[in-house]
């Protein structure tokens, strides 16, 4: 706004008065002028300016590049995570709970340590292959960036090292064109998301949604600190019970208990995710999804793709180890179960974060293309008696890190629309 001060003379004499008077508004006049001659200009050349720069900065309008609805359309994007720099989790109340007895000396003399470094250089190995393997597939691979994990972080609540960004399938869930971030449950993973927001801001950048779901403080509350487990029997009695690790003190889920078909999506109440997360993503999806509670008669719940992988439109693997109790619901719809041979892994291979049952955790490319474990003949005779390709890639030493090819995975995008499997 432009302000102009008026002047007036006193009683010493009218002409003197008159004269300054004149002298002043033709000055005044003068300037109010220019100043406004100049404002018009700039006025008018504002928006010539503010189109040049919304030219430099806007981004070129594109079709979202995420967009996934189920785990079987046309894989055409893909997260794959990192082996590089991972570290073995410190041996805390909840990696105890979720991992076998067998290995908890390992835990308790490793922690926060270095996973064996010819192990790693083999895993590493094992994933640099199955990417070039996805990209002749016609997938294009994103990776998330390579990032030092040993560094000890603090917070009010807690001190703890990192560990890797190696399973995006546990801290990113694509909803249609949705990236939610998961809050995780592991003080080790607080810090993860990291590795992935430069490529979560760019997508975000090209039109996807971003979600970050509220991160828990992690502190002594979520957790049962006596948990009373001394064999993996007790924890079966536990869970059995309704009895986790982790409480409902705050939110907390790991995107890895979500399975998507399409407008249902089905979760357990695990070791890593409580009610109160399921509750949240029930209330953030709202109601164009259902999201369904499915328990297992499993020893130790946490993530549900070993346990329960959907991979078409009605078509579910059922682990024949922890079946599902609410099956019938499926059968009712009208879905066909199939329970997959026993694994082929050897026992004296090291799964210091799995079972076995890793072989079952595929990755769907398409309906009639699965990436599946190279070692496993039983499971690929299982698809192909399906009218399924088999992918075969090896990535045995990959599995030691705590998962298959679901959980090295987030699918980005997938051609397809968002449609209603489960009625």
Known sequence: MLRVRCLRG?????????????MLSRAATGWVQRAFQSA?????????????????????????????????????????????????PPFTVEVKTNTYEKWWPFY?????????????????????????????????????EPMDWSFQYTTPDFTSP??????????????GNEIIEAPMAWRARFFEY????PLIKEYFSKGAKWTTAPKPTMSDELYEQDYPIKTVED??????????????????????????AGTDLFVQRSQVTNYMGI??????????????????????????????????????????????RQIDMFEKAGWTVVKPPTPLIPDDHPLWMSSKWLSMNVLMLDEKRVMVEAEEPSIQKMFESLGIECVKVNIRHANSLGGGFHCWTTDVRRRGTLQSYFN
């Open 162 to 175: 990192g560990m890797y960004a190696a399973m995006p399938r546990d801290i990113l869930m694509v909803v």
């Open 235 to 260: 924890r079966h009695k536990l869970a059995a019970q309704g009895r986790f690790v982790t409480t409902e003190y705050e939110p907390c889920f790991d995107a890895a208990d979500f399975i998507r």
């Open 279 to 324: 509750e949240w993503m029930r209330r953030h999806l709202g109601p164009d999804y259902k999201i369904h509670i499915i328990s297992f008669k499993d020893p130790n719940p946490m993530h549900i793709d070993a346990t329960f992988n959907i991979i078409g439109p009605g078509l579910v693997l059922s682990n024949p180890d922890r079946p599902c």
């Open 40 to 88: 018009s200009n700039a006025a008018a050349a504002q928006p010539q300016r503010a189109a040049e720069q919304e030219h430099v900065t806007e981004p070129v309008q594109q079709e979202c590049p995420v967009c996934s609805h189920n785990e079987w359309d046309p894989l055409e994007e893909v997260i794959v995570g990192r082996a590089e720099n991972a570290r073995v």
């Open 108 to 144: 308790q003399q490793y922690g926060g340590q270095s996973f064996p470094a010819d192990h790693l250089k083999k895993a590493t190995a094992e994933i640099e292959e199955m990417c070039n393997i996805l990209t002749q597939e016609g997938i294009t691979v994103r990776r998330p």
């Open 10 to 22: 006193g009683s010493r004499g009218a002409e003197a008065a008159h004269l300054i008077g004149a």
């Open 194 to 197: 990291r590795a992935y927001r």
